[in-house]
């Protein structure tokens, strides 16, 4: 049998540059946004976070903005927080500047990029259920 050795210091996962747009350039190049893992614990609060419950007893589990959710929380670069920049598109929050600023397409990148990046270019809807049987 193997130590825990393996268990007690996994690879760690870089975070990952993706150019998502040539849209937002700088010195002639475009700047790449920087997303990160996101971590099962950060996947159950936000699945049960948009997981609702009617008066039935039957829950609902708002995939759009799940996704919208876990790809803002993963996006390190540029700080989504930033008050500046959520001002300058006239939004506030992290998921709401995300939708604003980038096209459908770019968005579907980003998104593909974080869930890539978590392990989750399977199929996302196994996850959704497990947690609904939770």
Same mark, same amino acid.
């Given at each position: 049998m193997?130590?825990?050795?393996?268990?007690?210091?996994?690879? @760690?996962? #870089? +975070? =990952?540059?993706v150019i998502?747009?040539n849209?937002?350039?700088?010195d002639?190049?475009?700047?790449? $946004?920087?997303?990160?893992?996101?971590? @099962?614990? #950060? +996947? =159950?609060?936000?699945?049960?976070?948009y997981t609702?419950?009617d008066k039935?007893g039957?829950?609902? $589990?708002d995939?759009?903005?799940?996704?919208q959710a876990?790809?803002?929380?993963?996006v390190?670069?540029?700080d989504?927080?930033?008050?500046e920049?959520q001002k300058?598109?006239?939004?506030?929050g992290?998921?709401?500047l995300?939708?604003?600023?980038l096209y459908?397409?770019?968005?579907?990148?980003?998104?593909?990029?974080?869930?890539?990046?978590?392990?989750?270019?399977?199929?996302?809807?196994e996850?959704i259920?497990?947690?609904?049987?939770?």
């Amino acid at each position: 049998m193997s130590s825990l050795n393996a268990f007690l210091h996994p690879i @760690q996962v #870089e +975070n =990952k540059e993706v150019i998502i747009s040539n849209r937002f350039v700088e010195d002639g190049k475009p700047v790449p $946004f920087i997303v990160r893992p996101i971590t @099962q614990e #950060e +996947n =159950k609060f936000l699945m049960k976070k948009y997981t609702k419950r009617d008066k039935k007893g039957a829950d609902t $589990f708002d995939r759009a903005e799940y996704v919208q959710a876990m790809t803002a929380c993963a996006v390190v670069y540029p700080d989504l927080t930033n008050a500046e920049l959520q001002k300058a598109y006239g939004v506030l929050g992290e998921s709401a500047l995300l939708q604003k600023m980038l096209y459908v397409g770019e968005y579907a990148e980003l998104a593909q990029a974080v869930q890539e990046i978590s392990g989750l270019d399977k199929d996302v809807n196994e996850d959704i259920e497990e947690a609904k049987n939770e």
